[in-house]
């Protein structure tokens, strides 16, 4: 199943809950998601400077 297919099926699953509580569960759900995403970016870009400050040392460790 393709990308475009999963999100065509999520959002006809989605319009098709009708009490709110379980609406707020799968918004709050996707939202954490989100989260998790901006903090592994948020991460990543820290990897050069970490990765040239303490290279010999993780490399050492590494060994």
Same mark, same amino acid.
């Given at each position: 199943?393709?990308?475009?297919?999963?999100?065509? +099926?999520? %959002?006809?699953? %989605?319009?098709? %809950?009708?009490?709110?509580?379980? +609406? !707020?569960?799968? +918004?709050?759900?996707?939202?954490?998601?989100?989260?998790?995403?901006?903090?592994?970016?948020? +991460?990543?870009?820290?990897?050069?400077? %970490?990765?040239?400050?303490?290279?010999?040392?993780? !490399?050492?460790?590494?060994?």
């Amino acid at each position: 199943m393709s990308v475009e297919e999963m999100k065509a +099926l999520a %959002i006809k699953q %989605i319009e098709a %809950i009708e009490r709110e509580d379980e +609406l !707020k569960e799968v +918004l709050d759900y996707l939202s954490h998601l989100n989260e998790n995403d901006k903090q592994k970016a948020n +991460l990543a870009s820290h990897y050069a400077a %970490i990765k040239q400050e303490y290279g010999d040392v993780l !490399k050492r460790l590494a060994e």
